[in-house]
């Protein structure tokens, strides 16, 4: 399972509030104030109706797997997946966990943060 990751996101003035909360341990969404439905990765205009009319939202942080891809020949190995959240959004993010085996489309998924090199906590999901 990783403990850090060895690069840094790319922090834009758009999103620092995303990491902001995320070195809190919270997970932020925006929300699209047109029509209720929240939405990742953050942007200032609404993928719904191209409208600036959004917020900034605290997620559960739980959510279920829609789909994952184990690469065990990586180095460590790891997991990707798109993350359903309990919110609405579907995230990219990585499963940690090394028990590749026990994971399953649709298994509940909770957030969790890691470090990244510099130290910016990144959000990626563990099994329940």
């Known amino acids: 399972m990783q403990d850090r990751i060895p690069l840094s996101p790319q922090i834009w003035p758009e999103t620092a509030p995303y990491w902001d909360a995320a070195n809190e341990g919270r997970l932020l969404l925006r929300r699209c104030l047109d029509t209720g439905r929240a939405y990742h990765y953050p942007r200032p205009h ?18 279920t797997v829609y789909s994952f891809s ?26 940690l966990t090394d028990d590749f085996a026990s994971l399953r489309i649709g298994q509940a998924v909770q957030v969790r943060f890691v470090a990244s090199a510099d130290g910016q906590l990144v959000p990626m999901f563990a099994p329940c």
């Open 46 to 63: 609404s993928p719904f109706t191209g409208s600036a009319n959004t917020e900034w939202m605290e997620a559960s942080g739980q959510g």
């Open 70 to 95: 184990v690469l065990p020949r990586a180095q460590p190995p790891y997991c990707i997946a798109y993350v359903e959240l309990a919110e609405g959004p579907i995230m990219l993010s990585n499963l």
